[in-house]
């Protein structure tokens, strides 16, 4: 009995998460979000958001973050939230930011290909060793068949050690034609110390789209 009672606090808890951070996704549309946790503690439960707020509108604010901590409090019967707002270092850098710009860029239809390019030699200059950028769906008009398309550069670790050094986030746009899935994974400058010699002879190469059709996409 006191299993199950655990199991459906801990079902119950992770469900206000998600609805928490669905609320803020929506409300903070203006400002990228890389970031949310969210920790109780016992005197508070602790909301702290890093985004991407290059003009420090929202986190200069005291007023919206008081009005945030208010809306959460009576929407998800929350006592005492305390929220904390961080911004967010190189937006190029961080592979959540990446993804919720590619999928800002897809839901008002700009070009796939431009906006995969543009992104990756951003990343590029801004210094990273390497990225990969993966989009999968209906890309096109409704009836479309799913097509998955990969774009990458440098070197980008799926095995090994090297691993914990990439950044990856996977984020899901919805678009006219359906839900469209956007995985970003950036290898950081300051995991180049850590590569192997031929792993360095990769970081050289530039950048490359393959694309696939069909619904195994």
């Known amino acids: 009995m006191v299993l199950d009672h655990v199991k459906r606090k801990f079902l119950s808890d992770k469900i206000i998460e998600a609805k928490i951070r669905?609320?803020?996704?929506?409300?903070?549309?203006?400002?990228?979000?890389?970031?949310?946790?969210i920790q109780k503690l016992p005197l508070e439960t602790r909301v702290t958001l890093i985004v991407f707020d290059p003009k420090r509108k929202l986190t200069r604010r005291d007023d919206v973050i008081k009005s945030i901590a208010k809306q959460i409090s009576e929407n998800f019967n929350i006592e005492n939230p305390v929220i904390n707002i961080y911004s967010v270092g190189n937006p190029w850098l961080d592979s959540s930011v990446v993804a919720r710009r590619i999928g800002y860029a897809l839901q008002i239809g700009r070009p796939i290909r431009r906006v995969l390019y543009s992104t990756l030699y951003r990343i590029r200059d801004e210094g990273a060793i390497g990225g990969e950028i993966v989009i999968k769906g209906k890309l096109g008009a409704r009836g479309a068949k799913a097509r998955k398309i990969k774009a990458r550069f440098g070197f980008v670790p799926k095995a090994g050690y090297v691993t914990r050094?990439?950044?990856?986030?996977?984020?899901?746009?919805?678009?006219?034609?359906?839900?469209?899935?956007?995985?970003?994974?950036?290898?950081?400058p300051e995991s180049l110390k850590y590569l192997k010699p031929e792993e360095k002879e990769e970081t050289k190469k530039d950048v490359e789209v393959k694309e696939v059709e069909g619904e195994g996409a």
Not at 24 to 30: A, F, P, Q
Not at 172 to 188: D, H, N
């Open 165 to 188: 050094y990439v950044d990856k986030f996977q984020y899901q746009a919805l678009t006219k034609s359906g839900v469209i899935g956007v995985t970003v994974m950036i290898t950081p």
């Open 22 to 37: 669905e609320y803020l996704e929506k409300v903070l549309s203006n400002v990228l979000i890389s970031d949310i946790k």
